[in-house]
């Protein structure tokens, strides 16, 4: 292929895409989002530059900010604050946002190796998991269950709530069933460790590139039923 044609087919990035990129390259240094402050120095923005891109990031799920601000609270999987899920990985400390974040770790950095430190969501007991080469490879207890309680339709109604309340860790069956999360109604997903790191694979594994885009609602439909996750709960 003449080398015009390559270059011609690369497209620039937008300004979201390398502030989105930034924001990530910063929670992976650090465990920290940058500030504002940084980013406006950073990209050569006026505050008000920099608080119209996070808008925008947040409109295209890439970012969640603390409501009424510009202070970024949750890039997926990182979050800026202490939460039960926490994620150790490259001789760092993380927090993610909610159960299937901290498996998602694993896929986002191309199955390095990732050891989460949780705790069940019912009797607080401590959950242990590890993952290698893409497989669970400790899971204490071995009964644990990623519990999303919400349909994937209803997720962003509001992701903050539903990262922060519905997608836990259960020790066992009975304890979720104990927990009064389940709404009889929906009975939600309960899922393996390693259900929760497979189906998070094409969602998270090129987030740390710059040119990542979400998948399309075909993509995840299918996405889902091959790895076996089928039924009313997962058509979105
Ligand atoms: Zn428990």
Known sequence: MPQTTAMAAQTEPTLAQRVRFAVFQHFIDTGEPPLVEGLMTDFGLSRAETGAVLRDLAETRGVAVVKGTSRILMAWPFSAIATPF?????????????????????AMLGNEPVHVDSFCHFCA???ALEFADGRATKVEPAATIVYLALRPTQWWEDIILTCSNTMVFFCSAEHRDASGLVDAGNPGASL???????????????????????PGRDALNAHFAAVGLTGPYWQI
Request: glycine share 4%; proline share 6%.
């Open 86 to 106: 926490r994620v150790t990985a490259r001789g760092r400390n993380y927090y993610a946002n909610c159960s299937w974040d901290a498996i998602a770790f694993h």
């Open 125 to 127: 007991a401590p959950i």
């Open 192 to 214: 393996t460790p390693q259900q929760a790191h497979d189906l998070g694979v094409p969602i998270y594994a090129d987030r740390m590139k710059i040119d990542y885009v979400r």
